[in-house]
């Protein structure tokens, strides 16, 4: 299934290290130069989000959804990570357009 989303880039450490903390609902491209796990904390981050690890064709290989003050670390290795504030069901294999804001 295909999906689009609507995104903010986040490509330095300081817009990443930063995420959503202390900040209005809105979905992060987080994008690494180059595969790894990824760790995320949800502190100061006050709504659940849905996390999705993309290899760099946008193709889903993880999904996780993530409620506040809560740590996850993924299984799988990713190039690309989206923080999507909605709920959405998408699972692996699904391909994600992203479109920027």
Known sequence: MKHTIAVVRCESL????????????????????????VHLHMWFVFFPITVVLLDKKNSVIEVARLNPFTFWSSFKKASRVLEIVDDISVVAGDLIRIVSK
Do not use: I
């Open 14 to 37: 300081l817009s990443q290290a930063r995420g959503l903390m202390f900040s209005s609902k809105h979905n992060l491209l987080f994008v690494f130069p180059s595969t790894r796990r």
